[in-house]
């Protein structure tokens, strides 16, 4: 999975990720980065300071489904829908 294609479309709407948690568990989120798609109390407050190592593993996205940021690491993607 293209890092910079999945930003453009979790960027776009809202995007069903199926992954493979930390503890070998696989997990389905449906998430977004789309500011129109998030409720207005979950908004960033300002930017978060990342790593350039972190910015290029791993996706931080907003969960629809269980109202929260969560993140998930690009190379344990399964599929993207």
């Known amino acids: 999975m293209d890092i910079q294609d999945l930003r ?3 960027n ?3 995007v069903i ?3 493979k948690k ?3 568990d696989m997990r389905e989120m449906h998430c977004t980065t789309n500011l129109s798609s998030i409720p207005q109390s ?3 407050k300002g930017a978060t300071a990342l ?3 972190t910015k290029s593993t791993s996706i931080r996205a907003f969960d629809v489904k269980a109202q929260g940021w969560r993140s998930f690491l690009v190379d344990n993607v399964v599929s993207v829908v």
């Open 22 to 24: 930390k503890d070998g």
């Open 42 to 44: 979950s908004h960033p």
């Open 12 to 14: 776009s709407r809202v």
């Open 8 to 10: 453009a479309q979790l």
């Open 17 to 19: 990720v199926t992954f």
């Open 51 to 53: 790593s350039e190592e």
